[in-house]
């Protein structure tokens, strides 16, 4: 776990959008708020592209290679899955509850759609591995990871703060 929990850097940019505690030291309303449609957008726009797309190697169930006849080819698949899951994990909430830091896990979501790195074309053509992410998919993506990052981030040394 890095130097602030996951939960208490969550609230510092939580704080930055409702611009002071409560007397009880958590976020406001609009905090709250703002972090349930960004939990909201993820169930109902996102997730189900992620399960589509991408839960076949960074998912929480990966896909089974069992069904993979040629040894080299299974290994191959493994092998990709292994480091899939390990680069980069998804789940079926955000943000997720193992991530100490979700603001650099949407950092690095956009980065890669940017690059057009995902789904990698290889892992589609030689194991039939998650779909081809749309223009309008991206574009989904793109635009709730974009205001998440904003809610995630954590204040400004001396913002927020009132």
Known sequence: MGIISKSAGI???????????????????????????????????????????????HGPQPQDTDHVADPDAQRRMVKLIKRAKYQFPMVETFPDPG???????LGRLIKSLKKDAMPPAKSQKLFG?????????????????????KI???????????
């Open 11 to 57: 609230c510092l940019g939580l704080i930055g959008i409702a611009g002071t505690l409560n007397a009880q030291g958590t976020p406001g309303p609009a905090a709250a708020g703002a972090l349930e449609q960004v939990k909201s957008d993820y169930g109902s726009k996102v997730l189900p592209i992620f399960r589509q797309s991408c839960f076949a190697c």
């Open 99 to 105: 991530d100490d830091d979700p603001a650099d896990s």
């Open 129 to 149: 591995m998650g779909q081809p992410l749309s223009a309008k998919d991206k574009k989904i993506i793109l635009s709730w990871a974009k205001s998440s990052l």
């Open 152 to 162: 995630m981030q954590p204040p400004k040394k001396g913002e927020g703060l009132k």
